[in-house]
């Protein structure tokens, strides 16, 4: 049976929690020990539930996982070494079997991507685009 699962900050202590729907009550109700700036998103990715932050009082980008039966703790976002960071919510999508987020840089509008294959995270690279902020991502 498949469950909707949502994510949201609260608005006073900035705490991450997690809830699911089974179609008929709400519950699962899960206070997650990591804070976020903004709103968390997430995404299913090889039988995995991910959520992707920004966290509390930083610009740097966190990811963390349900594997079914417990969470795992959010671990900074990093390619070739280099900590991705984002001035608001990150968007997050699966695209040809990789993970994918799209995010604004911390000094400008500038909107970004990065990729994760299930073993590393790649990218980093600027859409030659308009400026943005809060980007949503979908597949179609």
């Known amino acids: 049976m498949s469950l909707l699962y949502i994510s949201y900050r609260t608005p006073t202590a900035s705490n991450i929690y997690t809830a699911y729907f089974n179609g008929s009550n709400w519950s699962g109700i899960t206070k997650h020990s990591s804070l976020a700036n903004n709103s968390p998103n997430m995404v299913v990715f090889k039988n995995r539930l991910y959520l992707v932050y920004r966290a509390l009082n930083t610009y740097d980008l966190y990811i963390g996982y349900y594997d079914g039966s417990s969470w795992h703790s959010g671990t900074k976002i990093s390619v070739g070494g280099k900590v991705l960071q ?55």
């Open 86 to 140: 984002s001035f608001g919510s990150p968007g997050v999508a699966v695209f040809n079997n990789r993970l994918y987020l799209v995010y604004r840089g911390p000094n400008a509008y500038d909107l970004y991507t990065a990729y994760y294959d299930g073993t590393g995270w790649y990218g980093n690279t600027k859409i030659p685009i308009q400026a943005g902020s809060n980007p949503g991502v979908a597949v179609f």
